[in-house]
């Protein structure tokens, strides 16, 4: 069986899965990029608008009606092809631990499209094409804690891996989840932390 690419149509089944992921590493990005408010942002690939949300709340958008109008109405959301375009981000993937123990069962899971571009070294000869100057790379490792396994399992479940998962046998389905488990140790209270990690970069544009 071919592997598939991983498309994200599913509003819900986004946020369950990579929303908060998206709030934890771009917090953490806005502190490093560390710039002014009142710019002009864009954010590409937004996907549920988590990351567009901390720029309204964070960053004070420059937007011509940003003073008469509710937070919801500062940010315009256009349907695009991001990988049109020159530049483009990626990074790390927080459904890793499924993914690698479905691989290891011979079954072919969904991948997230061109996992080359969020190299880092790919990001850098972009931006660098691109004419940006001083640009800088780094790895946001950002942690996120799951009450049981049950919890996290749930979260992962997006409606990408569900056709593989409605075809697999009962017993094929358990032993999936005890490989996934095996590989996510839990503390004393059952509580699961996992990490995921975003490749991310910087630079500024010639005067």
Known sequence: MAEQTIRFEDGAAYEQTMGIWSWLVGEVFLRWLALPSGLRWIDVGCGNGAFTELLVEQCSPQLAFARTRPSVHLASFIKGDAMALRICLGGGF???????????????????PRLEAS????????????????VEIREIIVYRTFENFDDFWMAKLNPQFAPIIAAMRAAEVETLKDRVRARLPADAEGRITYDARAHAIKGKAPE
């Open 94 to 112: 927080p459904l890793d631990p499924i993914v690698h123990e479905m691989r290891g069962m011979g079954l072919s899971p969904p991948r997230a």
């Open 119 to 134: 190299r880092m070294q790919a990001l850098q000869d972009l931006w660098r094409d691109a004419g940006l100057k001083e």
